[in-house]
């Protein structure tokens, strides 16, 4: 994959993110803030102030995700992001990392 279809990705996966904890946020499930710069994603759980940090890695082609459970990268397989160790959805990951940190 070249440079400039890596980055459409990972922006693309990037928005979707944001728009599922907006969404979680606007239904109840988790009192989460937002907020991107450029490559970063900073979600905020505000009851407790933890944080997770989903950023896109250009040179590994890589999304990266550091929160409480510990850090995780992912690489596109062509259909989802796996996790490079374990293979597990980042999605989902996102879902349990979010329950568990909430």
């Not at 996966?13 to 937002?34: G, I, K, N, S």
Request: net charge negative; with cysteine.
């Amino acid at each position: 994959m070249t440079e400039s279809e890596f980055l459409v990705l990972a922006d693309s996966c990037l928005q979707q993110v944001q728009e599922m904890f907006e969404t979680a946020f606007e239904t109840d499930v988790w009192d989460v803030d937002t907020k991107r710069s450029g490559n970063v994603l900073e979600i905020e759980f505000v009851g407790n102030g933890s944080k997770i940090i989903v950023n896109s890695q250009a040179p590994m082609q890589e999304m990266w995700v550091a929160a409480r459970s510990g850090g995780f990268h992912y690489k596109y397989d062509g259909a989802f992001w796996r996790n490079t160790r374990d293979q597990s959805e980042l999605f989902a990951v996102l879902r349990d990392i979010a329950e568990s940190q909430n």
